[in-house]
C-alpha cells in the first residue's frame, strides 16, 4: 500500500477524533444541552424527558464541513428509518408493522430512489445555495437510536454552514417510540428571505395515475383555510399554491401518508416534476441574518384513524368514509362514520374483524326489522290483491285515468301500499355503500384475516366461495318472497342472483361476508313471518276459507 495514503488515513482518522475538541475549546457550535438528556453506558441509546430547545447557531466564519456522508439508523417498534447526513434528509422508512401482498415484505414509504427528492430536504430559490443545501455533507450531533418501552425518545441533529453565501441552517429531529409522529425544529441564520420544507418526491406510492381504484383518493392533499383540498395528479401543471392558514400538507396513497403540520401560518406548495414525482412542501420566511425558528410536526406512516384523529388538524379526513359513484358525499359520511367505530368496538373485543362484520350486520338488521316487515306484509297485501288488479286492468284498458282512479281506490279501501316493499332495500343502500367505504379505505381492514381461506377481508375471496354462497341465499330468498309478477317475468327476475354473482366476486370479502349474513338473517326473518304470521296476515287481508280472494269490489269480512 501507498505509504502517502497510510499517512493520509492517519492524518484523517487524527482530525477526526481531535475535531470535536477543538470546536469545543474555541466556543464554534456549541453542542446543545437539552434539560434531562441522559445517556446509557450499557446500551448507547439517547434518552430526553422532554422536547430539546431549538439549536443557537452562531454567526462567523464558516468552518471546514465533513468530508464523508454519515447514515443514523432510527428503529421504533414501529418503523425503521435511515436519516442520511447529505442534505440531512430522510434517506429510507420502513414499517415493522405493514407488509405487501406476499405478507413478508415490509411496505416502504421511502426507499431513497435515484434521482429523487428527499424527504425533509430543504429549498430555496438560489439555485446554487439550493443545491449545496440538498447535496452538501451535514454534520450531525447523534447517533443510531434504538427505542423500546424502556428508551422512549430520541433525537438527531444535522447542521449546516454554506461557506460560499454564509448561510447557516440546522434541523433537529426528535422521535418518540410507538408513535409515528416525528417533531422537527428547524432553525435559520443569513438565510434567503423564504425556503421550502419538501415532503420529497419518493414518498411510496404504487401508481399515481390510479385515484385510489374504486374509493377514495391518491395524491397531494391540503388543508387551508378550514377547506380540504385534493390536487389531481393529472391536473397538476407546475406548481400549485395554497395560501391562508395552512394546517397541513401532504402526500397519500389509499393507506399510508407523509404529512407536514406546521405551528404557524404558511404557505403550501404542491408541484409535479414528473408524472410519478409528486411534491409537497411547507413555505417559511426567514429574517434574513437573524436567527429564525420553525416548528414542523411530521406524520410519516398509516391512516390509522385513531392516530391520525389524536393530531386535532383534521387529518383523518383524509380517509374518505363519503365517496359514492363520483366524488364525496355527506350522508354517506354520517352512517360510514359511526358504522367504523360500531366495527372498531366489536373488535375490540372479538378480535376477528370477520366477526365483527356479522355482529354489525345482525345489529343493522335487528334495526330494520319493523321495516323489513312491515315490507313483507305489503308485499303479500298486493299478491291478494293481484287477481282483482288485473280484473281492473282488463276492464279499464281504454281508459287509463279511470284505470288509476279505480286502482288507488282498491289500495286505499284494502290498506296496502305499493311502494311499501321498496321502502327497507332503499334505506339500506346507503349503509351497503358506507360499510363499502369503511372495507376498501380503512386501513385497519387491510389484511385482517377471517378464517380458514379467507385471510384478508379487504380483497376479494381467492376461491369465490362467499360471493357463490351470496348468490344461493339470494335465490332462496327470492323464492321465499311473495311476488306480483307474471311467470316470465319471475323467471327473469331469477337471473338476479346469478348477475350479482359474477358482480360480487372482485368485491372485498368483508362485504360479500356482509350481504351473505344479511341474506341468511332475511330469510331466517321471512320463514318466522310466514310460520307465525302470514295465516293471521291472509284473514286480514280477506281471503276466504277456501284460500280464493274475492271478487272485485267486495267488501272484506
Not at 200 to 214: A, E, N
Not at 228 to 254: M, N, S
Not at 263 to 276: D, G, N, W
Not at 412 to 421: F, V
Request: net charge neutral.
Amino acid at each position: 500500500m501507498d505509504k502517502r495514503f497510510i499517512l493520509f488515513l492517519f492524518l484523517a482518522f487524527a482530525i477526526m477524533i481531535a475535531y470535536p475538541f477543538f470546536i469545543e475549546r474555541l466556543g464554534l457550535f456549541p453542542p446543545p444541552q437539552p434539560p434531562g438528556q441522559t445517556e446509557r453506558s450499557d446500551d448507547k441509546k439517547t434518552t430526553i424527558s422532554k422536547p430539546a430547545e431549538p439549536v443557537q447557531i452562531p454567526t462567523g466564519q464558516a468552518e471546514p464541513g465533513p468530508i464523508e456522508e454519515k447514515t443514523v439508523l432510527v428503529e421504533t417498534t414501529l418503523y425503521r428509518a435511515v436519516f442520511t447526513s447529505r442534505g440531512g434528509a430522510l434517506a429510507r422508512l420502513e414499517l415493522k408493522n405493514h407488509t405487501g401482498p406476499d405478507r413478508k415484505t415490509r411496505i416502504k414509504l421511502y426507499e431513497g430512489s435515484p434521482g429523487t427528492l428527499p424527504a425533509f430536504s430543504i429549498q430555496t430559490a438560489d439555485a446554487g445555495l439550493n443545491d449545496r443545501l440538498e447535496r452538501g455533507l451535514y454534520s450531525v450531533e447523534g447517533r443510531d437510536i434504538m427505542l423500546d418501552e424502556r428508551t422512549q425518545t430520541g433525537q438527531i441533529l444535522f447542521r449546516f454552514l454554506d461557506p460560499a453565501s454564509g448561510a447557516q441552517i440546522s434541523k433537529r429531529f426528535v422521535f418518540s417510540n410507538d408513535d409515528y409522529r416525528i417533531s422537527l425544529d428547524i432553525e435559520t441564520a443569513a438565510f434567503p428571505d423564504r425556503y421550502r420544507f419538501s415532503l420529497g418526491t419518493d414518498f411510496g406510492i404504487t401508481d399515481w395515475g390510479q385515484q385510489g381504484g374504486f374509493v377514495g383518493f391518491i395524491g397531494p392533499m391540503t388543508l387551508s383555510d378550514g377547506e380540504l383540498t385534493q390536487d389531481k395528479p393529472d391536473k397538476i401543471e407546475g406548481e400549485i399554491r395554497h395560501e391562508g392558514q395552512v394546517a397541513w400538507t401532504a402526500l397519500q396513497d389509499k393507506y399510508f401518508i407523509a404529512a407536514a403540520i406546521p405551528t404557524k401560518a404558511v404557505a403550501a406548495i404542491v408541484s409535479r416534476a414528473l408524472p410519478k414525482e409528486m411534491n409537497a412542501a411547507l413555505e417559511f420566511e426567514s429574517a434574513g441574518s437573524g436567527p429564525v425558528v420553525h416548528h414542523v410536526l411530521l406524520y410519516t406512516g398509516p391512516k390509522e384513524h385513531r392516530r391520525l384523529l389524536s393530531l386535532g388538524v383534521r387529518l383523518e379526513e383524509t380517509v374518505d368514509f363519503g365517496w359514492f359513484i363520483y366524488g364525496s358525499w355527506a350522508i354517506v359520511r354520517f352512517i360510514a362514520q359511526p358504522l367504523f367505530h360500531v366495527l372498531q368496538f366489536f373488535h375490540g373485543f372479538t378480535g376477528n374483524y370477520g366477526v365483527a362484520i356479522i355482529l354489525l350486520t345482525v345489529g343493522v338488521r335487528v334495526v330494520f326489522i319493523p321495516l323489513s316487515h312491515k315490507s313483507y306484509r305489503s308485499m303479500k297485501d298486493m299478491q291478494v290483491l293481484q287477481p282483482q288488479l288485473q280484473v281492473l286492468q282488463k276492464k279499464h284498458k281504454d281508459d287509463k285515468p279511470r284505470l288509476q282512479r279505480e286502482m288507488m281506490e282498491l289500495y286505499q279501501k284494502n290498506k296496502a301500499n305499493p311502494l311499501g316493499g321498496c321502502l327497507p332495500m332503499l334505506l339500506q343502500i346507503p349503509v351497503f355503500v358506507a360499510l363499502f367505504n369503511v372495507l376498501y379505505t380503512t386501513i385497519e381492514i387491510r389484511q385482517a384475516p377471517f378464517a380458514l381461506w379467507v385471510q384478508d377481508l379487504s380483497d376479494k375471496d381467492p376461491y369465490f366461495v362467499l360471493p357463490i354462497l351470496m348468490g344461493l341465499t339470494m335465490f332462496i330468498q327470492q323464492k321465499m318472497q311473495p311476488t306480483t309478477m307474471d311467470p316470465l317475468q319471475a323467471k327473469l327476475f331469477l337471473m338476479m342472483p346469478v348477475l350479482m354473482t359474477f358482480l360480487f366476486l372482485n368485491f372485498s370479502s368483508g362485504l360479500v361476508l356482509y350481504m351473505l349474513t344479511n341474506n341468511v338473517l332475511t330469510i331466517g326473518q321471512q320463514y318466522f313471518t310466514m310460520k307465525y304470521f302470514e295465516k293471521p296476515h291472509e284473514k286480514a287481508s280477506g281471503k276466504t276459507e277456501s284460500g280464493k280472494p274475492p271478487a272485485p269490489g267486495r267488501e272484506k269480512s
